[in-house]
Each structure stands twice: as C-alpha cells, then as structure tokens.
C-alpha cells in the first residue's frame, strides 16, 4: 500500500506509535489494513476496536503472531508483542487512515447512493466497466461509516477503478462518508420511503442522499433517475446539469426505446445515449424491470469513462445476482426469489412485480420492513394492498407489523377471494384455496411451511434483513 508506513499511518490518525525497536514504523509499507483479526496476514495492519460483544485488543498477541505489522489500538498490550499505534477512538483511526489512502489513490472513484437498488447497481456498473478496467468494488454489505472505509482499503496501486456504495440512515452520515470517499463520480438510485424513522419523509431522504455531493469536486459527474420524481427536480450538482437515465422519459440523456420481458429469465433491451448517439442492444439475465434502470445507470457511467457499445453490452450481460437481491435459486422443489437482505415499500412493491413475472403458482412471503417509524402501520398497509392487487396465488405476511399488510390485502382482495382469506391457526394443515394468510412469527411459519406450499411453486421471500428470512431461504433449498 503506497506511502502506507506506520508512521504515515500514525500521522494519519493522530496516533502515537509505541513498541517500535526495530525502527519498522518509517521503514516499511503495510500490506492491509484490517478489523478482522481473522484477515491478518504477513505485514498487514489491525485496527482493534472494542465492539458489543468481542473485544478486538484481546486479538493482539494472535495477529502479531500471523504476521501483523502493526496494531491499531485504544489501549496497549501488556507485553511488546510489536508496534503499536495508540489513538482515542479505533472507529475514528479507521476513518481518518481510510481518508489519508483515498488522498493516494489514483483510481477514479465512483460513489453509488440511493434509497433502492444500491447493491444491483452497484454490480452492474463494476462488471461493465471491468470489460475495460481493473475494478475494485464493495464487497457485501460494506456500505456504511465502517464498511466504506474499509472498502477504500482494499484497493491497491494499480485499481483504475473503485466503486463504493454508500449506504445511511441518519441525517450527517453521508457527508462525513463523502469527505472519506471524495467520490469523482455519483449515482443516485431513487428516492424512496426508506429510513424515515430518521430521516423524516422523502425530502429529508433526498436532502441526506443529495449530500454525497459535499465531497465532491465542481465538476464531477452526477447521474440521477429522472424518472424518480425527486431526483428529477435536481437541475444542477457542482456547476452542471446532472445526466439523467429514466424508462418512463424518452428525454432523458439514456432511455430504453424498446424492451422485451422474458419472465425470470431476464429482460432483452435497447439503450439508447443521447450523449454519444450510440444504439446498445443488451440481454439483462436478472429478471424485473427495475433491473433496466441499473442497466441504464451502468450504460452512463461506462460512456463517460470511455467504453464503447460493444464493450457495455457484453459487460450488461455478465451481471449475476447476489445472495439476498433478488437472487434466483432454483430448488429441487421450488423456485426461489431470494430477495431477503433488506426491504421497504417501493422495494417490497418491485419485489412483487418480479414474482408476477413467473408463469408457476406464485407465492409471496413478506416480513416486516424496519426504520419506518410513525408511519409504519400505514405503510405496511400500503404493501399489502399493493400485494393484494397482484395475480399472486398466496400472499403470505409475517411479523408484527405485517399484520397490518395482512389487513391491507384482505382489503384489496376481490370480492370473491375474501371467504378464503385465513389468519393462522395453531392445527391447520389444510391450507387448499387460502389466498391470505397472516403468521404472528417466523418460527410459526416455518411450522406450516410444508402445508402452505406445493411443489413447482415460485416463492418470493422478502423483509427487512432483522427478520433472519434467509433461515427460510436455507429450508426451502434443501427441501
């Protein structure tokens, strides 16, 4: 890691360096830099931090043992197991040592925010843009004030490319992750009722996603969904008008003039850039239309960093799903829409129209949806309805708050379907012709699971990533 001593490290985060007999803080460079003490190898680095359930520093001995450079640390060891750099906080080192090696890096970053979308997003334009560059890009869930930084990190001297996706749900977080990051380039995915526990309503959501551009320098380009409401009415980010892809607005910068659903499968599509003039036919294999919006976002970002047609096709069709996003499994006796690492209305709603794309029975399982705060009844009851109004064959709501998505849907119901709406019964195994059905719990769902589904069945199973919905997705692939 260039100019990475112990000593710039030090520096870096306020730190003072202790244990240093042989003089290794000014002389050599760090290999990494870790939190897990589990990643340590020969000359990488560990930040010991003190967290809710392990204690990081108890690690100190072991990673010295592997190899480690140097420790990071709030407080020192008893014994000179070897340097170590004390700092107050390890949590703010970690920022500070993430932003000091952003300053070095001469990769072009690419910040990636949004309300929905974040992660498929994410994927699609750093597997397009690796048909040209060697990309470096978060890794699972390494979205937040910790995860980011540590995906800095991981980049190396000859990355062209870092894609950082930035996830908040806090109102300052993104600015303090933006002056870390000092993206070159932003994508916003949507704007949408998500974290409005904290965040208030959708303009507090777009002013908190909005405030990526804090770090960024006049200039720098922006790409919004103008078919977003919000984001459309963003006419200017630093000093020039953002560039604009949408399905819904054949005006915008980058639109698709034609499109053809080929259910689960995928979707095959036109984009067209009104940027370059280029005409792109591309084959998404993710299935759902919101996926042509990632596509879109994916065809923009590659044009501005030089790619040509043939290289954005080819990278379109090599995004694959990730577990948790809308990952299709197929199972030995099911057909699984894996769509449990998180959720909200609009992505409880995409969900669903995903599952309608099936031509098996089709059956939704949705859970609770977290951080909505006092609207969350409403909200709940919105999806449902929404649920309600599909062709799904059996909708099925978990959680305490999902009763009142169960109450929405039996709402929304026709006429006819109301008889055979059912709210769990502790004996009830006969589940034939039930359209609704309402589980208090997981564990109580999980009891009836067998009775409620049929073989060749298209299951969707979507909630917030709380609800542990991916214990269901394990019983369903072994089943």
Excluded: W
């Excluded at 750093?126 to 699972?140: H, N």
């Excluded at 996830?167 to 977080?173: L, T």
């Excluded at 960024?216 to 604009?244: I, Q, Y």
């Amino acid at each position: 890691m260039k100019d990475m001593t112990l000593k710039a490290i030090a520096d870096a985060c306020d730190g003072t360096v202790y244990y240093d007999d042989k003089n290794i803080a000014t002389e050599t460079e760090a290999t990494g830099v870790y939190l897990d003490s589990r990643k340590i190898t020969e000359g990488s680095v560990f930040i010991a931090t003190v967290g809710e359930r392990v204690d990081g520093h108890s690690f100190i001995e072991s990673v010295f043992k592997a190899g480690a450079l140097g420790v990071i640390c709030e407080k020192l060891p008893d014994k000179p197991y070897g340097p170590c750099i004390l700092v107050k906080d390890s949590f703010k080192a970690l920022k500070d040592v993430a932003s000091y090696y952003r300053s070095k890096l001469t990769c072009k970053v690419i910040g990636i925010t949004g309300s929905v979308g974040k992660t498929s997003t994410k994927e699609f334009i750093a597997t397009v843009l690796s048909e040209k560059y060697k990309v470096c890009k978060t890794i699972g869930n390494f979205n937040n004030e910790v995860g980011m930084p540590l995906t800095i990190l991981s980049a190396r001297e000859d990355d062209e490319v870092l894609v950082l996706e930035m996830g908040i749900n806090h109102f300052g977080e993104m600015e303090r992750m933006s002056a870390i990051a000092r993206p070159d380039m932003a994508v916003i995915t949507n704007i949408a009722n998500c974290h409005i526990e904290f965040l208030g309503d959708r303009d507090g959501v777009l002013k908190a996603k909005t405030a990526i551009f804090t770090g960024m320098k006049e200039g720098s380009h922006v790409f919004l969904n103008c078919d977003d409401d919000k984001l459309s009415t963003v006419s200017e980010a630093l000093g020039l008008r953002p560039v604009f892809y949408g399905i819904k607005n054949k005006q915008s910068d980058y639109y698709v003039r034609e499109y053809m659903t080929r259910g689960l499968l995928g979707t095959d599509a036109v984009i067209v850039s009104r940027v370059t003039g280029d005409t792109i036919p591309v084959s998404i294999k993710l299935p759902g239309e919101h996926m042509l919006y990632n596509a879109l976002a994916s065809a923009a970002v590659a044009e501005s960093l030089d790619l040509d047609p043939d290289q954005i096709q080819a990278g379109i069709c090599k995004v694959a799903a990730t577990a948790g996003r809308g990952h299709i499994i197929q199972g030995n006796n099911y057909t699984i829409i894996d769509d449990c690492y998180n959720a909200n209305p609009s992505a409880m709603k995409s969900a669903l129209k995903l599952l309608s794309l099936s031509d098996t029975r089709k059956v939704a399982i949705l859970g609770d949806m977290y951080e909505l705060g006092d609207n969350a009844k409403a909200l709940h009851r919105e999806v449902g309805e929404a649920a309600g109004n599909t062709d799904i064959d059996v909708i099925i709501c978990v959680g305490e708050l999902s009763e009142a998505m169960y109450e929405g849907a039996h709402e929304a119901l026709p006429a006819g379907d109301k008889e055979a709406v059912s709210v769990n019964e502790e004996d009830r195994t006969d589940y034939t012709g039930v359209r609704l059905i309402y589980f208090a719990s997981k564990d109580m769902l999980k009891s009836k699971l067998p009775h409620v589904l049929h073989k060749g069945d298209s299951v969707l199973i979507k909630a917030s990533h709380g609800m542990g919905f991916d214990e269901i997705v394990n019983i369903l692939k072994d089943a």
